[in-house]
Antibody
């Protein structure tokens, strides 16, 4: 059974850089897309970005200037770095797996579906 | 403001049928991208409930069903049970973002 486990600092100060890691167990990180999603307290889900095991990435335009995703296939893990955090970045951060990216082919369009999720790691930004 | 629009809440008595709508636009659902639904129980991570418009992962009861038409999709829960109280999110892909988009979520209350 595939399991994802996020790890992170928990509490941060404004202007610091957030670093999160998602460790994948029970399956290989290869051949999949890996996504970070966050959920501010009491609010909905926001896509941050995704990375293919090959290293190709896509970021939410609203965060693109501050986000970097990376993957380490030897450790079966992938990571997120978010610079210059503010209180608006306070949220539960989830990592998730998808078997494909969004694309259109042969008249049909396919979106990413997230079949496995981590339990989430809370991040609070406060001075 | 979420790219996909869902009603904030729906409610129903045990045994009743409820539906949750998910409205998008021509750059996401209307472009033909499929829609997925997630159930988030209180204090838990989201769980895939319906994938590719109307398919259930193994273990999901057939009380849950999905559909898609034009720029919208719907999730139906028949024979509502107390354990179905949760937040439900729709999700698709958006050409403008080149990424995934979610609805704002719908809280289902069992009366």
């Amino acid at each position: 059974q595939v399991q994802l486990q996020e790890s992170g600092p928990g509490l941060m100060k404004p202007s610091e850089t957030l670093s999160l890691t998602c460790t994948v167990s029970g399956g290989s990180i290869s051949n999949y897309y890996w996504t970070w999603i966050r959920q501010p307290p009491g609010k909905g889900l926001d896509w941050i970005g995704h990375i293919h095991y090959s290293g190709s990435t896509n970021y939410n335009p609203s965060l693109k200037s501050r986000v970097t995703l990376s993957v380490d296939t030897s450790k079966n893990e992938f990571s997120l770095k978010l610079t210059s955090v503010t209180a608006a970045d306070t949220a539960m951060y989830y990592c998730a797996r998808s078997r494909r990216r969004g694309y259109c082919s042969g008249g049909s369009c396919y979106s990413m579906e997230f079949d496995y999720w981590g339990q989430g790691t809370p991040v609070t930004v406060s001075s | 403001q979420s790219v996909l629009t869902q009603p904030p809440s729906v409610s129903g008595a045990p045994g009743q049928r409820v539906t949750i709508s998910c409205t998008g636009s021509g750059s996401n659902i209307g472009a033909g991208y499929d829609v997925h639904w997630y159930q988030q129980l209180p204090g838990s991570a989201p769980k895939l409930l319906i994938y590719v418009n109307n398919n259930r992962p193994s273990g999901v009861p057939d009380r849950f069903s999905g559909s898609k038409s034009g720029t919208s999709a719907s999730l139906a829960i028949t024979g509502l049970q107390a354990e179905d109280e949760a937040d439900y999110y729709c999700q698709s892909y958006d050409d403008s973002l080149s990424g995934s988009v979610f609805g704002g979520g719908t809280k289902v209350t069992v009366l």
